[in-house]
């Protein structure tokens, strides 16, 4: 229990909330919270549970005030279905993206990824095969006002995730884009 204690101060803070304001949530006096922060007291059980289960609600309370489009990233990489591979592979690189979506002009038509271009290592030895050739599904497209909590599912599932508004693509959510925006 002393290893949770010691997250209690770094929850509250994370959260913006004071001293007095998480106590009077978590229904204790705001000296224990001051004396608990600053290892002073061991509380018991009880009241540690409450506190902790107190920050544990109002994060998660947050974290489901979050949406799409406050974590996909604006810039866009993607390739045209008549590009090749060759092309492809280059952006990838210079980006440092592991995954991209596949357009013809603006219609959205597949995609494309690393793991994509190992499984098909033998078919794309020529880099100069169209995209449109070996490109798998296309990435899911959530509105801008899904929540995180749908986000992190699809996630599971898919590389990344197109965000749309009115019908027109406005980011990109990755694993990556999640993990540095809202580390566990």
Not at 110 to 137: P, T
Not at 154 to 179: C, E, F, M, R, W
Request: aromatic share 4%; with cysteine; net charge positive.
């Amino acid at each position: 229990m002393s290893e949770e204690l010691k997250k209690i101060k770094k929850m509250r803070q994370k959260l913006g909330i004071t001293q007095s304001e998480l106590a009077k949530l978590a229904g204790v006096s705001q000296s224990i919270i001051t004396k608990i922060e600053n290892t002073k007291i061991e509380p018991s059980y009880s009241i540690a549970r409450k506190i902790l289960i107190t920050l544990e609600q109002e994060i998660a309370g947050k974290h489901d005030q979050i949406k799409a489009k406050d974590v996909c990233s604006k810039k866009i990489i993607s390739i045209q279905a008549d590009q090749t591979i060759d092309k492809a592979l280059n952006l990838m690189v210079k980006n440092a993206i592991s995954q991209m979506p596949v357009f013809k002009e603006n219609v959205l038509v597949g995609s494309v990824s690393e793991e994509l271009f190992i499984k098909k290592y033998d078919k794309i030895k020529n880099k100069n095969v169209k995209i449109q050739n070996i490109m798998d599904e296309t990435l899911p497209t959530i509105p801008e006002d899904t929540n995180i909590t749908l986000v992190n599912e699809i996630l599971k599932i898919y590389p990344a995730i197109l965000v749309v508004k009115n019908g027109k693509t406005i980011g990109i959510i990755s694993k990556t884009d999640i993990l540095q925006k809202y580390p566990l």
